[in-house]
């Protein structure tokens, strides 16, 4: 049976969409070397793993945009911009 105190905590799907991106994002820093790995607190580079999360990220950013509020959706937008710059400088470091 579902408790009615946890039916008023329901996370909507557009929630859960968003963690994701920001899990992608947080994978896609640490790939590009920009942070260290919460692990092992070393600083690699995984730049094909990094084009893979940005890639994700946009993907389920596609999906949610038109739902967001506008203050949430530039952050989203932001952000994306941000990884994307970023992946094309740490690219051109090679």
Known sequence: MTDPASASERIDAPAVVL???T???SKAWEAMG???DPATKQIERHLDEAQL???A???LADLIRNRLPD???RELETL???LRLNYVEQR???
């Open 19 to 21: 963690t994701c991106i």
């Open 23 to 25: 899990l992608l994002a």
């Open 34 to 36: 920009l942070v260290p």
């Open 53 to 55: 999360a940005i890639d």
């Open 57 to 59: 990220a946009a993907a």
């Open 71 to 73: 203050a949430e959706r």
């Open 80 to 82: 994306l911009t941000n």
């Open 92 to 94: 051109a470091k090679g």
